[in-house]
């Protein structure tokens, strides 16, 4: 049963099984920060009262000793955020290949120590594309350029039931979410069929889908049996960074862009959008998607006066 106390501290990461890290996975900090400031309103009938917002906070990354970006996130999991974010901006190809990550929120830095450094970084880092959205992310290089390098592993046999979907879309909204107590927050997580795997929150959905893939990445767990959900808009960077991480299916509260479907239809992936409660678009990908109709709902029927 849910106390509330429970409902008056919602956890912005949730992870529902436990895995074991890959060999020679990389030295973490557990620096998480506070997630939820309180402070005192004026409302429209000139009352004051209290309520909670989301502790947004800035957090630069230094890979090596080389500033590299600074992120602005709620701090829940950095750890975790910052090797998703190196990992999707194909900076290291695999968590392992980091000795350690240091978050430091006295200084609001993580200090990141990699084995034989970042290969090629000036190259990498040279191209900056500012992307879209609140919490705005930042992605290095020709994103359509990086199209051609990647494979979904296990999409060809990937499907998703309609039931199931239904089933997800129930999962997240009972969920005790930081958005549900104090607004301004983006959600994703990822599903094995009907299972929730893992949930974050952050103040931008780059930073939510980083962190999920950190995730991943630190338990070598492959994408291609999993569903990818997020509550913001798929933009051509979410669609980007659902492919790198091997997952072919993606849902949304949201819509999708032209470019987000443009990409997706290349890469071969399945997109559903506008999806609440028993309601949805798909978008791409319609091969992979076991339709269990809804009934029709009969015409409503005009009668003159």
Known sequence: MRTAAADSAPSAIDCTLQFAPVPGAP??????APLLREIEVLDEYGERRRLFIPAERPLTVFVDKREIVTLMTLGASPELLVLGWLRNQRLIERVSDVESVTVDWDVGAAAVKTHTGLVDVEQKTSQRVVTTGCGQGTVF???MGQIDAISLPGADVARLRQSTLHAML??????????RKAGSVHGCALFRGAEMLMFCEDVGR???????????????????????????????????????????????RNGVTAMGHEMATRLGMTLFG?????????YTGFERFDSEPEPQRPAVRVVAG
């Open 206 to 252: 780059h930073n939510a889908i980083d962190t999920i893939a950190g995730w991943m990445g630190l338990h070598a767990l492959a994408g291609g049996d999993k569903v990818f959900y997020t509550t913001g808009r798929l933009t051509s960077e979410m669609v980007m960074k659902s492919a790198q991480m091997g997952v072919p299916i993606i849902v949304s």
């Open 27 to 32: 030295r973490l900090t557990c620096a998480g």
């Open 170 to 179: 129930e999962a997240m909204r009972q969920r005790n979410s930081i958005h």
């Open 141 to 143: 290089g020709d994103m």
């Open 274 to 282: 506008r999806a609440a409660n028993r309601h949805f678009l798909c």
